[in-house]
């Protein structure tokens, strides 16, 4: 995974994911696929929220002044690894968010690069996704090309 990627979401990590069942004929991302992709979101968002809420309480519950510098400072580097996770997943729930604003716009579930369809199943492992996996792929070649 590349340092802007941000991690999969899937049915391990919702609970109560069901994949959405594609209807023949149905019309790509009609009404029922975006609500269903607004679900997803939403869910992500509030366990990201949860998780949040969970580390102030534990950095406010543990927060302890050991006499020894060794213990202090691995308190310290745990609570610098957990605040740098809360960091990103405040830049993900941010783009959680722009992505159910894309949603309400209809302008969700198109590669921005070449405009086509960027699937239903590749939605539901990366619901943030903006890119068909082309796309993407050529990105991620093009930056170990050019080591960006």
Sequence with gaps: MSKKET???????LKNFTPYKVKKGE?????????????????????????????VHHLQDDAANYPDPADRA??????SLELRTRDRERKLIKKIDSTIEKIAQDDYGFCESCGIEIG????EARPTADKCIDCKTLDEIREKQWGA
């Design 7 to 13: 991690p999969a979401v899937s049915a391990s990590v």
């Design 27 to 55: 019309e790509y991302m009609n009404e029922p696929q975006r609500e269903h992709f607004k679900m997803i979101l939403r869910q992500w968002r509030n366990q990201l929220m949860e998780e949040v809420d969970r580390t």
């Design 74 to 79: 691995t308190q310290e580097e745990e609570f």
């Design 120 to 123: 239903i199943r590749r939605l």
